[in-house]
């Protein structure tokens, strides 16, 4: 508390000032070039010099190296150019600028008022610092602060001459280290990223996987106890094995869900640790007596109880959304259970590391549970029911379930056991306000079906055994052979192939997102929008519809060419949904990334016996290369080119790292040759998009006597034309049939 004390309490120093001409600092490739003024050190913090106040004329250059990143600096701000000039600046730091400003300033006494330094001040502590929750913004300066540790920290408060505030900070914990943000523009956001890229000597992709390494320690496993009383107040005891990355960590915070209440900390072997919360966020800061050494293993214990089960609330507006009188919603409420948070219900340190998980869960006997990890006991006690869970390999997704379940155990010689968890009372009361039956069966039936073929088409499966549970949510959610399902999927009349998209969705995931894992933020698609293509394929498949199916596609495809000018790409990752308009993750990740497979797909595909074998290759390739490991898009793109023989990196460039969705304006006209054929003239104009944008677009000609046949037509540039010989006169042709381009299609007559 003295710590973030002294650093709410900062100011500038009017004995320590410095005039400034002509200099300039380097930060990775990022310059600040302080022209003329007065450079302000910072009062003290923990003993030390962590930041200084630049007031006068500047600029900053931050020249993103990426592509990707050049483009949504314009997107977002824009400016291409990354030049801004400065009228002051604020820096704090944990590396050697201390040391470099001594060596090139002289500093002394002041007389002139700082009060232009006090304000820029003023608004970059606003940024930093969360009085409420007495937390601080960049927590890897805090740590570096109460750690006493040089860790390479830097951050930048830039106030421009034109245009709003910016933030940038070079944050060594961090797999991208480079951050340039500004204030969020939605409700609930602090902050939003501008641009982020790795420090120029990480910039390959293989740098990019968040796997912890940056972070202060590793996560080495976990062991979980937890008890509920019959009123489900949670008591738990975890202890998490940690191995420092570098000397003297003593202090690292872990987040903690805001509800539950911390009791005690320790070490094993009885070593001293205590630990600091305040405020309603979910920080949990520990302290060790005796600070870790690089490469050594220790073992902190968490003691803490509070309520992480809730009921009704959440179902209330599921209640409402369906038009449920207000009179029937308080019974309905205590019968669905929830889990609070899927995330934070036990401590979690830094990234989502991947850990060993063992879990032991005592619950009162009437209810059922469904955790991740294998069952290796279930025994009764009276009127406690214990199970304990193992994972079988390193976890970063860990989550449970438990209510008054009925449960369908399925056992299929295609497929590993499945059990399907489903609240039978509380949807019979459900079933008479909706004047209709709950269908556990057809659920169940998806769940199995969905796995079987997901195993054929992909590979078999990471895991032994898999549970599909319900949640009184609108939404599904995935966690290693845990699937929550929605209360409506289980009640739903929905006749659009929705619900069978919905439940295939969350069982794809266990290949897509869990079987492979996103390397980093960026690659959020491979899970997102391939779950949502194979749902939306096992639809297709397991309905015999392909009404639906290219209905479905098409309605995607309109809304995302309602925000082609304004959505940023698909390989932002989850910082698509930082952005002013936040549903655009779920249209961009999981919608345009379902497409992205759509096309690839089509580009495969053999037009003369319609056969998905190359493409279903394609898909089992990958997944055999990285079962069990990470992925970057990267990788899949080098498994996409092996199987196509040829480069594909225009492929991915137009449709993963930019925004241009195009329209096709087709035209025609045939005449007869000497020959006898049919002289078949195509015009196809493109429009909305680079001249550059290229794309192999098939085209389906059909004859009087209903035979047909497909081409694809290389459209790249304002005009492709070609002409075509055939035997006999077409009656109709269709440019991107089946769903191939995410394209805007229009026909107009031949000039």
């Not at 094995?241 to 009885?270: C, E, I, K, N």
């Not at 997901?454 to 966690?479: K, R, V, W």
């Not at 080119?641 to 969705?661: C, I, L, N, S």
Request: with cysteine; charged share 20%.
């Amino acid at each position: 508390e003295p710590v973030f004390d002294q650093l709410r309490a900062l100011a500038p120093r009017s004995d320590r000032v410095a005039p400034v001409h002509d200099v300039t600092l380097q930060r990775d490739v990022v310059q600040f070039h302080l022209a003329e003024g007065r450079l302000y050190l910072l009062t003290p913090v923990a003993g030390r010099t962590i930041g200084a106040v630049f007031v006068g004329t500047g600029t900053v250059r931050f020249p993103p190296p990426l592509a990707v990143e050049r483009a949504e600096l314009e997107r977002v701000l824009k400016d291409s150019s990354g030049v801004w000039p400065l009228k002051a600046a604020v820096f704090f730091f944990a590396d050697s600028t201390p040391a470099e400003l001594e060596r090139r300033l002289t500093f002394a006494p002041d007389n002139q008022s700082p009060s232009a330094a006090a304000s820029a001040l003023h608004d970059a502590l606003d940024r930093l610092l969360d009085t409420r929750s007495r937390e601080v913004e960049e927590q890897t300066l805090m740590e570096a602060l109460l750690n006493g540790d040089t860790t390479g920290f830097f951050y930048a408060h830039l106030k421009r001459e034109r245009g709003e505030d910016l933030m940038l900070a070079l944050d060594p914990s961090l797999a991208e280290q480079v951050v340039l943000l500004r204030k969020g523009r939605i409700e609930g956001q602090d902050l939003q990223i501008v641009s982020q890229f790795p420090t120029a000597g990480e910039a390959s992709d293989s740098a990019l996987v968040d796997d912890g390494r940056h972070e202060a320690v590793q996560l080495a496993g976990y062991h979980i106890d937890a008890t509920f009383a019959k009123n489900l107040s949670l008591t738990a005891r975890v202890s998490v094995r940690l191995t420092a990355h570098r000397d003297g960590v003593g202090w690292m915070r872990f987040r903690l869900y805001p509800d539950l209440q911390v009791d005690s900390v320790g070490t094993a072997g009885g070593g001293a640790a205590g630990f600091f919360r305040a405020g309603a966020g979910s920080g949990l800061w520990i302290h060790l007596a005796t600070p870790l050494h690089a490469g050594e293993t220790r073992e902190v214990w968490f003691a803490y109880h509070g309520n992480i089960i809730g009921n009704g609330s959440l179902m209330e507006q599921f209640m409402r959304d369906i038009g449920a009188p207000r009179s029937v919603l308080p019974p309905l409420f205590d019968r669905w259970l929830f889990v609070k948070t899927s995330s934070t219900w036990f401590p979690r340190y830094g990234t989502a590391q991947p850990a060993d998980v063992d879990l032991t869960f005592h619950i009162p006997r009437r209810f059922h549970l469904a955790s991740i990890g294998r069952l290796v006991d279930s025994r009764e006690d009276g009127d406690v029911r214990t199970t304990h869970w193992v994972t079988e390999r390193p976890a970063d997704q860990v989550c449970f379930n438990l209510g008054e379940f009925d449960e369908i155990k399925i056992t299929d010689p295609r497929i590993p056991p499945v059990t399907v968890q489903m609240n039978t009372d509380a949807h019979r009361q459900l079933d008479q306000l909706l004047l209709a039956r709950a269908d556990p069966q057809s659920v169940a039936a998806d769940v199995a079906n969905s796995l079987a073929f997901f195993s054929n088409s992909f590979g078999a499966p990471l895991y032994d055994q898999y549970y599909a549970t319900e949640i009184p949510f609108s939404y599904g959610q995935a966690f290693p052979g845990l699937m929550y399902l929605s209360v409506g999927t289980y009640q739903t009349l929905d006749e659009s192939g929705f619900q069978e998209l919905f439940r295939a969705h969350e069982m794809a995931h266990q290949w897509w997102g869990i079987g492979v894992e996103p390397a980093s933020e960026r690659d959020a698609w491979l899970s997102e929008g391939f779950a949502e293509f194979s749902g939306l394929w096992y639809m297709q498949t397991i309905l015999h519809d392909n009404d639906k199916f290219f209905k479905q596609m098409g309605d995607r495809r309109d809304a995302i060419q309602a925000r082609r000018h304004d959505a940023p790409p698909i390989a932002l990752g989850y910082r698509i949904g930082q952005t002013d308009h936040p549903d655009d993750y779920s249209l961009i990740a999981y919608d345009k990334g379902a497409w992205v497979l759509q096309m690839l797909r089509n580009l495969m595909l053999n037009l003369r016996t319609m056969s998905d074998a190359a493409f279903i290759a394609t898909m089992q390739d990958f997944y055999r290369q990285y079962r069990g490991r990470r992925a970057t898009t990267q990788d899949f793109q080098r498994v996409v080119e092996q199987h196509m023989g040829r480069p594909m990196g225009w492929f991915f460039d137009q449709w993963v790292y930019g925004t241009d969705v195009p329209t096709y304006v087709l035209s025609w006209r045939t005449e007869k040759a000497t020959t006898g054929q049919t002289l078949l003239h195509v015009r196809v104009r493109q429009q909305d998009v680079p001249s550059s944008f290229a794309m192999p677009v098939p085209l389906r000609i059909e004859f009087a006597d209903g035979s047909e046949a497909f081409i694809r037509v290389n459209v790249t540039g304002a005009v492709t034309e070609g002409t075509i010989p055939l035997p006999a006169e077409p009656k109709l042709l269709e440019l991107n049939p089946l769903a191939s381009v995410l394209a805007e299609v229009k026909t107009e007559n031949w000039h």
